[in-house]
């Protein structure tokens, strides 16, 4: 505790004011269970050779997709990112992407923002983005909040084809606020519309659905969104970047907000995190989104300039009436994808996206001519698919592995209604040959 | 010294009434919106919406923060000053000439818990 410098007595009388008997008394709130009892069991202190040693025995258990092929998705994909997109980034000039308190210091760190911003809105068709969020997830939950400030409700819908991790952490947010959530089920892989209509109602405050969904399939936004408008509520569409190259702008088939992970774009897979999230809305709502904005001026001299913009909202201003507590953002990430998009170029994207979709597409029809795989869903779908097995995921992903391969997501866990399902991702990646031999070895031969 | 004009009501919230009737045009003071500073976004109420007394009426954005006003007196909002949309700077400009909503006012007894022009002047002076 040698770095907290004040002394005993100072902290006797803190414990007197607040009327506690003891520092420990301010941890009562813990379950017995959760607090440590004792040592923790550590061996002894290496030194740094052997250390090394070690540490490079750890890493050497790990099973990556530089080392494997990936058919794994669910969220996270193994697309390819240039060398060049970390020469860029690592770049003295970008070392610390985080904005200095003076961020208008700063102009080349806040121009990258603004183009950065620029692409994310050019892709969702929206009219303004942040700078971004910390991840999918949390983009979800900050765009229910201000759809729940925006409509003054404070219920709002997910679909169940959401990402699992995505409502998990809004059920989280939403459990510290008052706000409801409710889920609607789906069919045949996508929202279920009778379900949304019996639960649309003048409390809803936002429709949040995902398309591509985490099954991989295309959602019917436009039907979803007018459904949604019918009661007043937002339309919230989670999607992502690379598939919005090929896929028509949520923007344009009457989404209010459009936020979604990042990682496809520029960003390694990063053993899951950290990516960024997205965050783009319209002008109307714009003076309610969440986190940081970097505007385009003009300085007393005429010249063009960036600055951080609409932070009255913001936390350190508004204090505890923010709209949201978001204060920062995963700017190095969002630079990643800032920098990836510009090289690739729309044309580059879209190829990547539609290599990955139709990779995929070969995929299933392969898997399915074996007679070992039936499909789940017949609607269309990106880069991602569900199929059914009589064997279970977990081992075929366990002969795949013995075969140098990363498998699909078993995605009973999640959905339990869902057993033996096997959610295949291919990215553009993946060659004729590797396909072929993924499901050589899948049908189990 | 901020401009405090006569025939007005005041709040400690530095808001304004001018009664006409059973209704009451509400505004910022001088005094308000010289602490604000330049103003740069209203975010208007909806008109039918319920105010209630010392409750929230709008939010009022400028340079150095967004402000909560509050409204004066308890009703309905009749009407809205949407030019204030796109010339929030007109509070700046004219404070007393840019009301924000105009309240039906649901009990007259409330206004008598507001400050004249005196009042508020004096109480003005108390705080710098």
């Known amino acids: 505790m040698r770095y907290i410098p004040n002394t005993d007595d100072q902290r006797s009388e803190m414990l007197r004011t607040i009327g ?72 003295e000039e970008f070392t610390t992407s985080y904005t200095p308190y003076q961020p208008e210091i700063s102009q080349g760190t806040l121009q990258a923002i603004f183009e950065y911003q620029s692409m994310v809105c050019s892709l969702t068709g929206m009219e303004v983005a942040n700078a971004s969020m910390y991840d999918g997830a949390s983009s979800i939950a900050e765009a229910a909040f201000m759809a729940c400030a925006s409509t003054k409700r404070n219920v709002v819908l997910v679909a169940r084809s959401v990402h699992p991790h995505g409502r998990a952490v809004l059920e989280t947010y939403a459990s510290m606020r008052g706000v409801t959530v409710r889920e609607i089920g789906y069919s045949d892989g996508i929202l279920d519309m009778g379900d949304l209509k019996g639960n649309l109602s003048d409390e809803v405050a ?23 408008h019918g009661v007043k509520a937002l339309f919230i569409a989670v999607s992502d970047l690379l598939a919005l190259s090929v896929l028509e702008a949520p923007g344009r088939l009457g989404a209010d907000v459009v936020v979604g992970d990042g990682q496809s ?62 204060c920062s953002n995963h700017s190095l990430n969002a ?111 | 010294m901020a401009e405090i004009k006569a025939g007005l009501k005041y709040t400690k919230e530095h808001e304004w009434i001018k009664v006409e009737g059973e209704k009451g045009y509400v505004g910022i003071s001088d005094y308000a919106q010289n602490a604000m500073g330049d103003i740069v976004f209203v975010e208007l109420p909806e008109v039918g919406q319920d105010v209630s007394a010392g409750g ?33 700077e007109k509070i700046n400009e004219d404070p007393y000439g840019s009301w924000i909503a105009l309240v039906e006012l649901s009990d007259l007894s409330e206004l008598d818990g507001l400050m004249d022009e005196e009042a508020y002047r004096s109480y003005c002076e108390g705080l710098e």
């Not at chain 1, 909202?313 to 009436?321: A, F, G, P």
């Open chain 1, 20 to 91: 506690a008997g003891s520092v420990d008394d301010l941890f009562s709130d813990l379950p017995a269970s959760a607090v440590l009892d004792g040592k923790l069991d550590l061996p002894e202190p290496m030194s740094e050779m052997g250390l090394m040693k070690h540490l490079n025995e750890l890493a050497g258990r790990n099973v990556d997709a530089c080392s494997q092929t990936c058919f794994l998705g669910a969220g996270v994909y193994d697309h390819f990112v240039p060398l060049v997109v970390d020469h860029i980034i690592s770049r």
């Open chain 1, 206 to 228: 936002a429709v949040i659905v995902q398309s591509p969904n985490f099954f991989g399939s295309l959602e019917d936004l436009k039907a979803l969104a007018d459904e949604a």
């Open chain 1, 265 to 326: 774009v520029g960003n390694a897979m990063n053993f899951g995190g950290p990516h960024f999230g997205f965050f783009a809305t319209t002008q109307k709502l714009m003076r309610k989104m969440p986190g940081r904005i970097v505007g385009e001026t003009l300085d007393r001299n005429g010249k063009k300039c960036y600055v951080l913009t609409l932070q009255a909202r913001e936390q350190h201003i508004r204090r505890e009436k923010a709209s949201s507590n978001i």
């Open chain 1, 335 to 445: 630079l990643a994808s800032a920098v990836h998009m510009s090289l690739m170029g729309l044309s580059g994207m879209k190829e990547a996206a539609s290599q990955s979709l139709l990779k995929a597409a070969y995929g299933k029809e392969s898997l399915i001519e074996t007679g070992s795989f039936r499909s789940a869903f017949d609607g269309p779908f990106f880069r991602e698919f569900v199929v059914f097995s009589d064997e279970a995921p977990r081992s075929i992903n366990d002969r795949l592995l013995s075969e140098g391969m990363i498998g699909g997501y078993d995605l009973s866990s999640d959905y339990p209604e869902l057993e033996n399902a096997w959610l295949v991702a291919v990215t553009e990646k993946r060659t004729k040959d590797e396909i072929d031999r993924f499901v050589s070895v899948a049908r189990g031969e």
């Open chain 2, 56 to 88: 929230d009426l709008c939010v009022v954005e400028s340079v150095k923060g967004a402000n909560d006003v509050y409204s004066p007196a308890s009703g309905k909002i009749a009407e809205i000053n949407e030019d204030l949309e796109d010339s929030p």
